[in-house]
Structures are given as C-alpha cells and as structure tokens.
C-alpha cells in the first residue's frame, strides 16, 4: 500500500499536473493500492478511480470520480468538488450558467438538465479573463444575490460582456443531491474553491 499525504501541494502547477499523471501511470503499472489524501479536487479527479470525501472525520460520500462530481451526495461535496453558485435556489456549477443578452435563451433537452430553474435577470459586476475561459461575477435584479458563471472565451467575445450590462441566465444543468439543499437562495450564494494547504 502506498500512501501519500498531499504529496504536490508545494510545487507550482505546470510540476503538479506532470506529477499527477507520472503517478497516475506508475499506478496503472504497479497496480498497488494508493490513499491520496489531497484537497485540491482537480489532483483528486485526475488521479483517482474512487474519491472519499471527509468532512469533520466522517465520510460524506465514496464513489468515482464521475459519480461523486456529477451526483453529490450533499452540498458540502458539491462545494468540495469545485465552485458553487446558487441560481434560483439550487446549486450550480458556473460553467453550469448559460450567460445571454435575451430572456429567450434556449433549453437543454437532455436529462439532467435544468427545467425548473428558469431564466433569471442579472447585471454583470466583473468579468474576468482566465485564459481560455472567462468568469463572470453576476448579481442577480430579483434577489440582489452575488453568483458566478464560467463561460468559454469564444461566448464571452461573442457577448461583449461589460460591467454594469443586463443579461440573462439559467442553468443548464442542476446536479442531483439526494436530500435536497435546505435553506438556500440566490442571496445564499457560496463561492467555494478548493485549494491546497
């Protein structure tokens, strides 16, 4: 059995990731039994066939990689595993959030997609270049809540986002979490990003 206790956090990110996939090989040829105890959800999704997340010592779901980001088992894994933002009340990824400049926004028809959510008003308070990606910070007009959709660059020129615009916003997919989230609205909007320590 190998374990290994944040063994990259220190090292900057182009060795983390050459580090991620050297260990990720020598555990395909080795075939030993790994613990990575990490808390950076991007080491764990690369380099795990099974992830447990812990939280206050108690297991809050086991599962793949796939399974545990697509299916939470509560909020507190969804906001483990990467960004959360609330949108009409229920927890989204930001890449999740479909940004236009008309209410009409197409629908996703597949399943997991998100129905009931609606299009939401909001203005744009920031947008933030991250290289192939934008963040856009949002607030919404009918709640005043804070949110976050990450869109490609390509959509981001295509808008010509500016601070202060009006847009329009839905989820396009809302992840399933078994219990529901309680007590949550636009206003209770959380931004959690894991990071390593």
Known sequence: MLLLDEPFGALDAKVREELRAW????????????????????????????????HKGRIEQVGSPTDVYDAPANAFVMSFLGAVSTLNGSLVRPHDI???????????????????????????????????????????AATGGAFTAQITRGDAEALALREGDTVYVRATRVPPIAGGVSGVDDAGVERVKVTST
Do not use: K, Y
């Open 23 to 54: 260990l990720r090989r020598l555990h395909d040829e080795v075939h030993v039994t790994t613990v990575l105890v990490t808390h950076d959800q991007a080491e764990a999704l690369d380099v795990a066939d099974r992830i447990a997340v812990l």
């Open 98 to 140: 479909r940004v236009g400049r008309t209410p009409n926004m197409a629908v996703a028809a597949a399943d997991g997609t998100a129905g009931s959510t609606g299009v939401l008003r909001a203005v744009v308070d920031r947008v933030v270049v991250l290289g192939f990606e934008v963040r856009v910070e949002l607030t919404s």
